[in-house]
Structure formats: C-alpha cells, structure tokens
C-alpha cells in the first residue's frame, strides 16, 4: 500500500519498501560483482590486496554513513511523521544535513592527509594511494547520507535504491577506465626511477598493481558524486511542498534536534564502525599474522604456493589480496540484509512509538522469517558450492582461486550469523535499545581479534584464521541479539514458521549442493569456458532444488506476501503452483 504525505514523498509499507530497496542492493551488489571480476581478473590478488586495505579502512567510515547517521536521521522522521510533525520532520533534515556534511569533511581531512601513517598502521605501504583516492567518497557519503535517511524515514525506499543503481553502475564504467590508466601510470612511473611517487617498489608489476587499485578507487569516488546528485535533484525537485517559513527557524529547537539526532546516532554510528570494523581487523591481523607463519614454516608455504610462481615475501599479500576476492561474495547478503532492515526501521518504530503491539509482533516476525529464510537457504548454497561459486568468478585465475574456496565456506557460516545480526541490530535500534547493539558489537569484535591473532599464526590455518575468527564474533552477537530482542519487546513468536522451516530448507539445499559439488568433481574441465559450464550446471541445480525446498517446507506466509508490491496476485500464482497454503 503507498501514498503521499505532505512532504512530498510516497510511503511504502514494511515488505513493500523492503522489496524496493533490497532490488536495487542486488542489483549494486551484483554490477559490483563485475567490479571485483575486474580487479582480480587484471590487477590479481596482489592489486587486490592493496585495494582490500584501502577499503577495510574506509568501510566502516562508509558503513557509519549509509546504515549509522541515516538511520538514526530515518528514526526521527519516522515518528515525526507518525504524529504529523510534519515542521519539525522539515527541520530535522536541515541540521542533520549540516551535521552530515561536518562528518564527511572530516572524515575526508584524515584519509587525505593520514593515508601514508594509515597505510604504514595497515603494514601494506603500497596501499596508501587507493587509500588517499578514497578520501573524497567519505564526504559525498556522508552528504548522501542525509537525503537517503530523509527519505527511508518518510518510507519511500526509491531514491535510495535507485541511487544505489547509479553508483554501482558509475563504479563498474570509470572503475575501469581509471585502473587502466593507473597501471600505465605506475609502469611509466616504475621506469623512470623503479619508484611510485617516491615510494620503491620491488617490479613494475608491484607499481602497476599499486596505481592499478587507486585508480579503481577513482572509479568509486566519481560514482560516489554522481550517486548524491541525483539524491540531491530528487529532493529539490519532489521534496517538501511548503518549505520553512522565517517564523517557523528557531534555534532553540534546532539544538533540540541536534541533540536528540546525537543521541540516537552517536551509539548507532559506533554500532556501525563496530560491526563493519572486523575487516579492519582482518588487514592488520592478517598480515601479521601471516608474516609471522611464512618465516615459521618457508618450506609450507613454498609447496602451497608452488604452482602459482609466487615469492615467499609475496606469499602475505598474495592471500590477503586472495581472501578479499571472496569477500564481495559474503558481503552480498549482508549488505541486503542491512537494506531490509533500512525499510522495517522506520515501519517498526511508527509502531512501537505509538504502543501498537499488534504491529510491533508483525513487523519482527516478519522480518526475522525473511531474513531466515534468504540467509539459511543462501548460507548453505555458499557453504557447499564453494568451489563453484568461485570458479564461476574467477574461472582465468582456477590456480590461484582454488586456494581459497576454505575461506568461503566457512563465510558461508559467517552469513547466516552476521546477517541475522544485522536484523537484530536494527530491531533494537528501533525500539530504543540503540546503545546495546554497541555493546554486543563490541563484545563480538574482542572475540574476533584475540581468534584471529591466535589462528591466523598458525602456518596450516594462514588465512583461513580470519573468516573464523568473524564466525565465532557472528554467533555470539546473532544469539546474544536474539535473545535481547524477545526480552525487551516480550513478544512470542511462531517459531516454526520463524526459525524451524527456513532451518530446515537451507540445510536440505546445502546437503544437495554439497551432493552436486561431489558430482561435479569427477569432471576436470580443460579450460577457463568449461570450469564456468560446469560451476553454471550446478549452481542451477541447486537453485531449483531450493524453489522446490521452499515448496515443501511451506516456508512462506500469506500475509507477508500480501504486503509486496502486486502481493495479490503474487498469492495466486503461489497458489496455483502449491508454493503456499
């Protein structure tokens, strides 16, 4: 159901605007898929990890900025606009925009100025350009970052979405053309001097690698401009009908909203720092940790890595890089699992903001059915078909890629956790309980370090330390969150329909894709065509082995179809192919 208010905005209901914003997630996450296929198809693992670096210290800035400052900002317009504040909805947006715009100035001043101690911290030198090409996309972040929080209040999930669309697709274009001009920057630069702007480099393959990465980090931040121009167009174009009188400026109340809009997003923003933080984690860690297993057992690593050509000191970069080509894959869900809880935010603190139980019961159990339903079925398909996956990807680099399908399996697991997480967090925020996320994250992240530190050491484990170290940070904050959510909002749920049924379709698919991998094994393809036929063959058969899961478990509700958009016929044809009841 939608309709406008009198900000100019259509509202979607809860699934509608979850639908709306989790498309235009897929379908940046997928163009983004064809984005890394570019890094690790020409800069390889080692431009990867210089890339990887980079963007492990700029995530958490960047999660700060779409699912930390937006939703506290969505938080607040929401109840406003719940109660027909509609003045101060108005006035909301204004300080949080200047607020917004103060952040990402900053932010920018640190990655700029600090990107040579940021990268030295990081213990990868060469990273420090692709991490001062990043500066500029922290500010037009964190400015796009105030229309998307507006609108998510508002519950009109499109101009988020569709700016989602935008950048990904601005990323995949200038990405590439940049990185093709880095890697002749850095090969003209190596020549001249066996220098990059000042900084040796061993190979003129390792300078190309170098600028190759920054220049696809150009690529982001030119997206980054576009995606907050059309944000900007759409607000002044179909934004509030009646713009604020001189009357109605009171800065009194100004620094009421200041305040207020502090104190939701400050232990939200800390939540996402926290929560986004374990890849930071991961690059400091990891490399550590690796360096310190290569000098332990040299002979380990020069047998794993025999047929790949690499050079001892390589070996650290060259799995760390290696790692970071199977992150995009994890972070798919995630990142819709955070979209989805964008849309329910705003939806359940309407409700919970006015004591409607009813909704507040609806709202959750909704949202925790779906979110178990996608992350069992999707945890179990990256778990077993692994190699597939993978192999589909980076069919050109089978050798090197093989590697690391380990480390996507256990990923797999991490999924499941980390998106449930993600759910409750956001559950929590909305309710109130916006300093508890923190606190667990934190709790989470403490586990993660001290495992990683442990494991990652260890010459047999290497790499494969790091995504354990995230699944036992994942388990604890998903069951810890869990059991918060019932007790502060005292609800019961059907937890057949919630947890049982989608438990069971996602383990019954994994058994099958692991039963499919097996099958696929005795078959050795010739060439890169062959492996992507045969990763193709199986992962379709998996998918409809999950339609027919999905089918036999009767994992999906009626109502929580009815509230997608054409959600009425969507029930028939569901029907007719006995789907649903």
Request: aromatic residues 12%; positive net charge; glycine residues 8%.
């Amino acid at each position: 159901m939608e309709h406008e208010n009198r900000l100019g905005s259509k509202r979607q209901s809860f699934l509608h605007g979850a639908v709306i914003i989790m498309f235009g997630t897929f379908m940046a996450k997928f163009i983004g898929i064809f984005f890394r296929l570019l890094l690790g198809n020409i800069i390889g693992a080692e431009g990867n990890g210089y890339y990887s670096t980079a963007y492990s210290i700029y995530q958490p800035l960047y999660a700060m900025s779409i699912s930390g400052l937006p939703v506290a900002l969505a938080k607040i317009v929401a109840e406003s606009t719940e109660k027909k504040e509609y003045t101060y909805t108005r006035r909301t947006f204004k300080v949080a925009h200047w607020l917004f715009m103060l952040v990402g100035v900053v932010l920018m001043l640190v990655m700029l100025i600090f990107n040579k101690e940021l990268s030295a911290y990081m213990h990868n030198p060469g990273a420090r350009f692709a991490i001062a090409a990043l500066a500029p996309v922290a500010f037009f972040c964190c400015l796009s970052g105030a229309y998307k929080g507006y609108y998510e209040g508002l519950r009109n999930m499109y101009p988020t979405a569709v700016s989602e669309i935008i950048e990904a697709l601005s990323k995949l274009l200038f990405g590439a053309v940049f990185m093709y001009f880095g890697i002749k920057l850095g090969a003209n630069e190596y020549l001249k001097n066996k220098m990059v702007f000042g900084l040796p480099v061993a190979s003129i393959n390792e300078a190309k690698c170098m600028l190759g990465a920054a220049g696809a980090v150009c690529g982001i931040a030119v997206s980054s401009v576009i995606g907050t121009l059309f944000l900007a167009m759409c607000y002044h174009a179909k934004g509030p009908k009646n713009k604020l009188k001189r009357s109605e400026i009171n800065t009194k109340v100004d620094r009421e909203i200041l305040s207020e809009l502090l104190t939701i997003a400050i232990p939200i923003c800390l939540s996402s720092i926290v929560f986004n933080i374990s890849g930071n984690i991961d690059a400091r860690t990891a490399k550590i940790g690796l360096e310190h297993a290569v000098n332990q057992n040299p002979n380990f690593f020069a047998q794993m890595l025999n047929s790949t050509g690499r050079k001892i000191e390589d070996i650290p970069n060259f799995l760390w890089g290696g790692y970071g080509l199977t992150l995009p894959i994890y972070n798919f869900l995630p990142a819709m699992m955070v979209s989805f809880g964008v849309s329910l935010l705003p939806n359940l603190a309407a409700a919970y903001s006015t004591g409607n139980q009813t909704e507040v019961k609806k709202h959750i159990e909704s949202s925790l059915r779906i979110t178990n339903t996608l992350v069992f079925i999707v945890g179990g398909v990256v778990f077993s078909n692994a190699k597939s996956i993978l192999m589909l990807i980076y069919s050109k680099r089978a050798a090197d890629i093989a590697l690391f399908v380990p480390c996507l399996r256990i990923l797999g697991l991490c999924l499941i956790f980390s998106s449930i997480t993600s759910s409750t967090n956001i559950i929590l925020q909305a309710i109130g309980k916006v300093k508890v996320p923190f606190f667990l994250m934190t709790c989470g992240v403490f586990i993660k370090y001290n495992v990683n530190k442990i494991l990652v050491k260890i010459p047999h484990i290497n790499i494969k330390g790091a995504p354990i170290g995230t699944l036992y940070c994942y388990v604890f904050i998903a069951l810890a969150g869990c059991t918060l959510v019932f007790k502060f909002t005292r609800i019961k749920i059907d937890k057949n329909s919630v947890f049982l049924k989608p438990l069971l379709a996602g383990a019954s698919t994994a058994i099958f894709g692991l039963v499919a991998e097996f099958i696929g094994n005795l078959i050795t393809p010739q060439n890169a065509w062959q492996n992507m036929l045969k990763s193709c063959a199986i992962l379709g058969g998996v998918g409809l082995f999950c339609l027919w899961s999905l089918s036999f478990f009767k994992v999906l509700k009626e109502e929580d179809i009815e509230m997608l958009p054409k959600g009425d016929r969507i029930v028939l044809i569901l029907k007719r192919i006995k789907m649903l009841k």
